[in-house]
């Protein structure tokens, strides 16, 4: 029985030690989403940032942004980043007026992510005034 004890003790750290392991992204804005409401075109420049953490205990590396069309990536994390460190990717909307849902794939090894990919998204409805 002690021996059972003593292997199940063993078996429970070593998988709470696996969980916490490798880089892990978390980032500021609410479901990962930036929100830019109701926005005139003539007085936006659609220039937003999605600013991350790295809450792991390895650093991160951001491998390649991609975005759907009528958003461009204006800059990303190009360094790695490690662990407790901030970066940001500043994106940018084309400023169509209409509504705005658009995806950003992120690509990394972050572990709390499946295969480190994440979605990022933005939305809103740009105005024509």
């Known amino acids: 029985m002690r021996k059972t004890l003593t292997l199940l003790a063993i078996l429970i750290f070593s998988c709470i030690g696996f969980a916490q392991n490798g880089a892990k992204i978390e980032f500021k804005a609410e479901n990962n989403t930036i929100d830019y409401g109701k926005i005139s075109k003539m007085k936006d420049n659609g220039i937003r ?26 800059s990303k994390q190009k360094d790695t980043i490690l662990p407790g460190k901030k970066g940001e ?17 992120v690509e990394s090894n972050a572990t709390n992510y499946e295969n480190g990919r994440i979605p990022l998204k933005i939305k809103g409805e740009v105005l024509a005034n």
Do not use: A, W
Not at 89 to 105: A, H, L, S
């Open 49 to 74: 940032e999605f600013i991350f953490t790295n809450t792991g205990d390895k650093p991160l590396i951001i491998y390649s942004v991609q975005s759907t069309s009528s958003c461009t990536i204006l």
């Open 89 to 105: 990717i500043k994106v940018k909307y084309n400023m169509n007026p209409g509504p705005i849902r658009k995806t950003i794939t």
